[in-house]
């Protein structure tokens, strides 16, 4: 097991990662931490693995000490390091395949916790499609946490809030999500719906000029046979009705043999359905959003070779000028199809053979 550590004053966030923070002298985010014993703490245990950590400390007294264990998902426990009092702030990077969801520290000599950051490692997953019921995938976007604010929202975490679905803004990794509907022009994700206390929603974007807001999903073909995409249905919503350009909003596809994040894979992107958003003035009422029924079935179904994965992705593209519009989707179906060889019959000594 590989731990490296370096000596920091803050913790830089790169990529793709996820972040939780705890600040123990003003009791921010320490919901979940639990004191053990005297200047011992458990942390809460984290939804997917922990690939870094970084810890401050103040000290009062020379002989301070912490000690950092970790804990992985069956509760077993590993000493991640021990530091003095000479170095009151640091970064671990935790072994990539360790899995540690939880930590529990251990001060003395005076030493005393004051910031715990925790790196989330990236929740890359795709739907396996052996386990699609009827060989149609549905999704409502019903069951992503319910968002009562039309500001601060929920925090969004790629692969985890709504699983094996990513959300990007630009190159940048989407982290929260807030209620819409229709008239926030922030640049973001957001769940769609009429009246903020509307158990039904939909999963939308809004662009700005400097960067595009896409989503997407990813299946898995973790049989031993060939699956074809057969169709792909879903309601493409329009809200908010005050933007001055047409911008095209499209779903697109790619079959590949690596599951990766939507932006990190630039080609061989198939444009299977796109609508326009329609312009609209400022005095032009629309209560409801305007709603157009897409559907894409393939006149020659794509081919996924079992151990291969297929991508999904809707985008927004960004406004040259002026407003945005804002688009979702509900109601999304997506249909696969088993390839089936063709047998021929022979008749050997009046007995059948394949």
Known sequence: MKFGLSVVCALAIFGLNAVERADFVSGIGTEGWTMVMDNAWLSPTYANSVSQISIECTASEPEGSMT?????????????????????AATFTLDGGS?????????GGGMLVSTFTAMLAPALR????????????????????PVTSTSGGKDWVSGISLPCWQAWKGRDAISVFSYNG????????????ADIRDSTRALGGYSTKDAAVCWGTAFTNDTDAVVRLANVSYLAQQWGFANTNEQRFVCSFVVTNRLDWIVNCQEGWEDCCEIGAKRFSDDEPHSVPVVTQVSYAPETLPRIEPGEVVMFRWMLQSPTSGYSAMMAIDDLTVTFSRETKPFAIHFVGGKVER
């Not at 950092?68 to 009092?85: C, K, L, N, W």
């Not at 739907?127 to 946490?145: C, E, N, R």
Request: hydrophobic share 40%; charged share 20%.
């Open 68 to 88: 950092i264990y970790a804990r992985s998902p069956d509760g077993a426990e590993s000493q991640v390091a021990t530091f003095t009092v000479t170095t009151t």
């Open 182 to 193: 229709g008239k926030i022009r922030t640049g973001g994700l957001y769940a769609l719906a």
């Open 126 to 145: 795709a739907i396996p499609i052996s386990g699609i019921k009827g060989k149609s995938y549905v999704q409502s976007f019903d069951t992503l946490a």
């Open 99 to 107: 899995d540690f969801r939880a930590f529990r520290l251990i001060s």
